[in-house]
Nanobody, 119 residues
Framework: QVQLVESGGGLVQAGGSLRLSCVAA????????MGWYRQAPGKQREVVAT???????NYAASVKGRFTISRDNGKKTVDLQMSSLKPEDTAVYYC?????????????WGQGTQVTVSS
């Protein structure tokens, strides 16, 4: 079992910055991908950015160039630095980890942290 705890959300004006952090508690094993997803009111949850154990990153087109994902494998953390924030970035942001073991995928989610960007 893995528990993910997010922090760093809040209210910020458009053009501002926020840093989200997520720490994992429990056993993390094998190749894994950690990431951030978000869900705005009335919309489906969508991927924001992911990063593999080896540091390969992937970003949604809407955040590329503005957001940076990073991780510390030793500390079991994943961060999301968000800059040039826009009102459309307003959402609940969720931390996620997907681990592969014996051809099975184990996936866990954090409880989410609210990010609100005012215009």
């Amino acid at each position: 079992q893995v528990q993910l705890v997010e922090s760093g959300g809040g209210l910020v004006q458009a053009g501002g910055s926020l840093r989200l952090s997520c720490v994992a508690a429990g056993s993390i094993f094998g190749p894994n991908t950690m990431g951030w997803y978000r869900q705005a009111p009335g919309k489906q949850r969508e991927v924001v950015a992911t990063i593999t154990t080896g540091g390969i990153t992937n970003y949604a087109a809407s955040v590329k160039g503005r957001f940076t994902i990073s991780r510390d494998n030793g500390k079991k953390t994943v961060d999301l630095q968000m800059s040039s924030l826009k009102p459309e970035d307003t959402a609940v942001y969720y931390c996620n980890i997907q681990m592969m073991f014996l051809k099975s995928v184990f996936e866990y989610w954090g409880q989410g942290t609210q990010v609100t960007v005012s215009s």
